[in-house]
């Protein structure tokens, strides 16, 4: 069981750079997965990032090459540095944990992104 908490989202120009971090309530080493993913309004929720336990990344097609996942286990936080923003990635995004594989998903409370001129 873990408690995430997203921060670090707002409003950038097209071009800009954010970098969102989730906080967890406990110890994220042993975690199988961290990740952030993005839920537009009427949409479903999609993978933007994700990391394993064993450093294995996955990333969203249309951010590869601009976000970047990292995971500093000494302060149990995930982070996702997003470089070069469009409009396009405009929307909530959310930090989720797997405990284990198969297992059950955690999700934080989402942060809102806009990049708007």
């Known amino acids: 069981q873990v408690q995430l908490v997203e921060s670090g989202g707002g409003l950038v120009q097209p071009g800009g750079s954010l970098r969102l971090s989730c906080a967890a309530s406990?110890?994220?080493?042993?975690?199988?997965?961290m990740g952030w993913y993005r839920q537009a309004p009427g949409k479903q929720r999609e993978l933007v990032a994700t990391?394993?336990?064993?450093?294995?990344?996955n990333y969203a097609d249309s951010v590869k090459g601009r976000f970047t996942i990292s995971r500093d286990n000494a302060k149990n936080t995930v982070n996702l540095q997003m470089n070069s923003l469009k409009p396009e990635d405009t929307t909530v995004y959310y930090c989720?944990?797997?405990?284990?594989?198969?297992?059950?998903?955690?999700w934080g409370q989402g942060t809102q992104v806009t990049v708007s001129s």
């Open positions: 989720r944990a797997r405990l284990v594989p198969g297992g059950s998903d955690y």
């Open positions: 990391m394993t336990s064993s450093s294995n990344t």
């Open positions: 406990r110890s994220i080493s042993s975690i199988y997965l």
